[in-house]
């Protein structure tokens, strides 16, 4: 039988000589993951070296921003929106209290004011704050609609000498229909109230025309700044205190009680 030795000889040599080379394969691997980086690399712009460190919404991400204008200016005037932190706490203050302006972090402060025409929406917009804190605002609103004393209801003759049904627990059911919550939490009644609180002068929005701000629904947009905030503070202060700053702030000066 042949000896089996110049054949191990031989793959012993192999092996030694590829574990020779394997710190050069090594480097050559982490060469190519540095070259191959899936990391986002931080943009710089030359007149603003330190623009990456500004919060998003306090400038446009340069990515998102096109080398070129491609539409023409608006005709009318140009529409200034508020840059100014002093101003939007002071709105947090008349709005949610003392140290209104702690309750929200500086980020979400000036996303739940921020519509999606603004910037178009590259800085993020306040549609799912609003989506959430319409929810909150409709609950409450009905929950004061079937606790309210509503207009009894003319009683129909019937032919039988049949009465209907009555109860207290029932006495407010009335208020329950689309009708009239949708009337108690209408946007020309809503708009006031953001107006109050000064929501006018910080809501960063985009009209259609700026000579015009009333047929650009600014009332719309109010409402909807309106319901940003409480959908904010629901999720970063929690329920009990979205609903009181709901009722207290929104809905008793509406008329709505408790």
Not at 106 to 131: I, M, P, Q, Y
Not at 137 to 153: D, E, H, M
Not at 176 to 195: C, F, G, V, Y
Request: aromatic letters at 6%.
């Amino acid at each position: 039988m042949a000896s089996k030795k110049p054949l191990r000889t031989l793959i012993t040599t192999a092996s030694s000589s590829l574990r020779a080379q394997q710190p050069a394969c090594r480097a050559f691997s982490e060469t190519s993951a540095c070259s191959f980086s899936t990391s986002t690399p931080k943009l710089v712009s030359e007149n603003d070296p330190e623009g990456y460190e500004r919060p998003r919404w306090q400038q446009t991400p340069a990515r998102m921003v096109a080398p070129f204008r491609t539409r023409p200016l608006p005709r009318g005037p140009v529409f200034k929106v508020n840059e100014d932190p002093r101003r939007l706490d002071e709105m947090y203050i008349r709005m949610l209290g003392p140290k209104g302006d702690k309750v929200l972090s500086d980020e979400v402060k000036w996303l739940a004011v921020t519509h999606k025409s603004f910037d178009h929406g590259r800085r993020g917009h306040n549609d799912r704050l609003a989506f959430l804190g319409r929810r909150i605002v409709s609950l409450q609103a009905s929950l004061a609609l079937l606790n309210s004393p509503q207009a009894a209801p003319i009683p129909e003759v019937d032919q039988y000498g049949r009465k209907p049904y009555k109860h207290p627990a029932l006495d407010g059911l009335a208020g329950l229909t689309h009708e009239a919550k949708d009337s108690e939490l209408n946007i020309a009644r809503l708009a006031p109230i953001a107006q109050r609180y000064g929501l006018d002068k910080v809501t960063r929005w985009k009209p259609a025309r700026t000579d015009n701000l009333q047929s650009s629904g600014i009332d719309a947009v109010l409402s909807t700044s309106l319901y940003a905030i409480v959908g904010a503070v629901a999720l970063e202060r929690g329920g009990e205190v979205a609903n009181r700053i709901c009722r207290d702030k929104i809905l008793a000066p509406l008329g709505l009680t408790f």
